[in-house]
């Protein structure tokens, strides 16, 4: 019995290795984006992977017909706005608190996303940095889809007034 069950063990553990290796750097470049961190050091967006990754791999075995991608990109958004919210201190937190701005605004060290709130930052990255549709970041967010289309549509709208003269798209 224990013979079994640190066989299942080391293939669970390999199966995850297998997994992290491959979505790692991606799923870092999305914390990344989240935290509006400079691409030269990212701690909080490590710290977040990190825990992202070690919910997946403790619920590797329920996962069943799960994508673990979706699963540990689901938890790392998730995660992010939770402690966007919990966290409102200047230079770690952007976003709006008591109608002024606080954090790093764009331009900063933290690039063109950090001059963005949270939720409209969570937004844009997962519609066009993932992919998901408006339903589905609306799923995963817990918010009504006009909400989500609105908040990325506030996004756009702010990085299109931010970007330099010469840059902006059609």
């Given amino acids: 019995m224990r013979e079994r069950r640190a066989a299942t063990d080391r293939r669970r553990a390999r199966e995850f290795e297998v997994f992290a290796a491959g979505a790692a750097g991606r799923l870092l470049h999305t914390a990344a984006l989240l935290t509006a961190e400079p691409p030269t050091a990212t701690p909080r967006a490590q710290r977040l992977l990190e825990a992202a990754l070690a919910?997946?791999?403790?619920?590797?075995?329920?996962?069943?017909?799960?994508?673990?991608?979706?699963?540990?990109?689901?938890?790392?958004?998730?995660?992010?706005?939770?402690?966007?919210?919990?966290?409102?201190?200047?230079?770690?937190?952007?976003g709006r608190w008591g109608g002024r701005w606080v954090g790093r605004r764009a331009g900063g060290e933290g690039g063109v996303l950090a001059g963005l709130g949270t939720q409209e930052r969570l937004v844009l990255v997962l519609q066009l940095y993932e992919g998901l549709t408006e339903e589905q970041t609306a799923s995963l967010l817990g918010l009504p889809e006009d909400r989500a289309r609105a908040l990325c549509a506030r996004a756009m709208s702010a990085l299109r007034r931010t970007a330099p003269r010469g840059e902006a798209g059609p």
């Fill in 55 to 94: 919910r997946t791999y403790a619920e590797w075995d329920q996962l069943r017909d799960e994508d673990p991608y979706d699963r540990t990109r689901r938890e790392l958004a998730l995660r992010f706005a939770q402690e966007a919210w919990r966290v409102r201190r200047p230079g770690r937190w952007t």
